[in-house]
């Protein structure tokens, strides 16, 4: 009898504070899925608080489908909804509420348009919208299927979201209707709530004729507090881009894929990002690959404007060469530039005299804030003198060269600069087509010039 009263004594019980909904919410905020299914189990107000979490991220519709009824494999594409009693529809509304943010893979237990149409008879006109808290909303699509419906799209996206990322597999090609009413479908949803729009396109690329191009800038310039949007592999010409920029958008962050001669298209396109995107922080730029004209600095030094700059990507087939004027112009307005790429993007095609590899210095002067920088430089003119370099790179983590290739007699020569000038730590990036290897992807696989370029990266990492 002892035993058990001292036991009860020491009876393990939840703090206080445990009872305080707000603090039970920002301490499950910390846990895990796993965790948060064993804390549902706990008492009802934890299970409540839990579920919060557990449903806030919804990484495929599926599940939640399942909870209203039996999901059957239909025609293809996709699972139908086929309600037997055996569900809770209220449940399945309940947790609709709690979701934030939804990831719906195309190919990942799809639901077609006929299960909406099952949810939206049963609830009669209880429900506009599936989800009125959601947040983001990241989907899958295809050209050609009825997945982003006006109707189901509708019924998904309230119109207070913040941030709509989508991709669109154009395996059979991409007609402009297509595009077109698929921007008509988002626009007639959303208004001023959207702050953040991203589609990419692949593998096959978009080109806006002019009625295509006048449409999506139609769309977009509705939403006027955009403060992030990408248009990858959505090509406009530059007259189509001054359009949508003159928009007056907030952005901070822009993805452009430009079309026509790449020299004269960049240099309309930074005199009007100069004009209208003063406060421009994050700025990728894919120029047309088809064209093999070169890119000079003077085609982008209208960019010098934007001195909030902070990242800066432009994606092309030739060579950028940099002097050291150009370097200094972009040093005295680019201060704050953590990520820097111009560096050439397809092997077959390098025609321009590659930045010699001193260059390198100045870009560590002009720059001091530099983390990753891509450059496509050759073996040239490197100091002799290595033990007192006048400026060296504080902060680099990642030397994004391209395709770039060495020689292996100027391996140790190259080792020793790069290891004198960049900090412990720091990783050489080799990419043989950057559209579709990242610049700055350290975890390369192939390169004319792999086995050199890991020896190079050997004598950085061991300080031989």
Known sequence: MEAISTHSK???QAHKALLIPEILALVLSYLDPESLALTARVSRLWNSAAEDHLWHDLNGIAKLFRVFGPLVAGNWPGLELVPD??????????????VRSLNQAMRADTITVNSFNTVKSHFDTEIDCLFPGLRHFQWTTETGTERLNPQVFAFLCPTSIRTIKLTVQTWDGIKHESCINMFRTIGGVLFSSLTEFEVNFFPERYECDARGGNEIVGVISQWKNLSSLSLKEIYMAPTQVELLLRGQLPLQQLTLSVLDPPGPSLSHVSDVLAQHCSSLRRLHLYMDETERDPIEFRHLAHLLAC??????????????????????????NWRDMEILNLVTTVDAI??????????????????????????FFSYTEIPIALEHLSHTFQRLRVLGVGPARVRRTEVPGLGQFLRAICPPGAKIACSYDSWAEPVFDTDWNWTRSRACWVEVQQMMDSGR
Do not use: W
């Not at 009693?85 to 709690?98: Q, Y």
């Open 10 to 12: 020491h009876k393990s």
């Open 85 to 98: 009693g055996s569900g809770n529809p209220r449940r399945f509304l309940d947790l609709a509420k709690k």
């Open 307 to 332: 001195r909030s700059l902070t990242e800066l990507q432009i994606f092309h087939s030739c060579a950028i060469y940099i002097d050291a004027d150009a370097v200094h112009r972009m040093g005295a």
């Open 350 to 375: 390098i025609s321009r005299i590659p930045t010699p590899c001193c260059r390198l210095l100045d870009f560590a002067a002009a720059m001091p804030k530099l983390e990753k920088l891509g450059i």
